[in-house]
Structures are given as structure tokens and as C-alpha cells.
């Protein structure tokens, strides 16, 4: 069974920096796109940044330049790192894989969800 926990969200003030880092473990055959998402309150879930197993990375307008996206295939890993953060930063930020893994007898690809980490940006 294929598991994502998230780790490095936190409370940082306006202009500060955060890592958030989000791990992938069980039968893991192969890991596609990495992608992270946020969701503010009462506001819709929006990609931020994904990167390819190739290593091509998108960004939403609103990070271009602030956030970087990246991934270590060899701890099935991906980071986004995040510089001169604003309070519109603020929201629970997810990580998002598309994994191919054994689930029973077969062999399937899927696309799995962390928890959840909170980024809060304020004064």
C-alpha cells in the first residue's frame, strides 16, 4: 500500500522561507509527476508546481520566481521550496504522485495524496 506523508509546513512571517518536503513509500515500482497543491479557505484546490520523471517543472503566475519544485527519484521525494512568502501563500498545501505500484497481485498505476501540511504567512 502506497503511502505520501508531507512534512514542513509551518507559521513564517511575510518574506520568510519554507521547505516542504513529501515522501512516498510502499511497493513502488516507478513514480510519474510529482505535483503539489494548495487549498485556502473557501477557495478551490489549485496546483502550484509539478515536475516530470523527466524533470520538467510548471509553476502557477502567482510563485513563478519564489517557489522551486524538485524530486529525488531515489527516495521517491519531492520538495518545494518556498522564498519571499505572502500572506496569500496562506493555505493547507497537499503533494500529489502518480505512482505505479503492486496493489494485491496487480500491478497499477494510481494517483495518491498526502495529508495535508498548513502554511500560515502572517505578522
Known amino acids: 500500500q502506497v503511502q505520501l506523508v508531507e512534512s514542513g509546513g509551518g507559521l513564517v512571517q511575510p518574506g520568510g522561507s519554507l521547505r516542504l518536503s513529501c515522501a512516498a513509500s510502499?511497493?513502488?515500482?516507478?513514480?510519474?509527476?510529482m505535483e503539489w497543491y494548495r487549498q485556502a479557505p473557501g477557495k478551490q484546490r489549485e496546483l502550484v508546481a509539478g515536475i516530470t520523471s523527466g524533470g520538467s517543472t510548471n509553476y502557477v503566475d502567482s510563485v513563478k520566481g519564489r517557489f522551486t519544485i524538485s524530486r529525488d527519484n531515489a527516495q521517491n521525494t519531492v520538495y518545494l521550496q518556498m522564498n519571499s512568502l505572502k500572506p496569500e501563500d496562506t493555505a493547507v498545501y497537499y503533494c500529489?504522485?502518480?505512482?505505479?505500484?503492486?496493489?494485491?497481485?496487480?500491478?497499477?498505476?494510481?494517483?495518491?495524496w498526502g495529508q495535508g501540511t498548513q502554511v500560515t504567512v502572517s505578522s
Open positions: 500529489n504522485m502518480r505512482i505505479q505500484s503492486l496493489t494485491g497481485w496487480k500491478i497499477e498505476t494510481n494517483d495518491y
Open positions: 510502499g511497493s513502488i515500482f516507478r513514480v510519474y509527476a
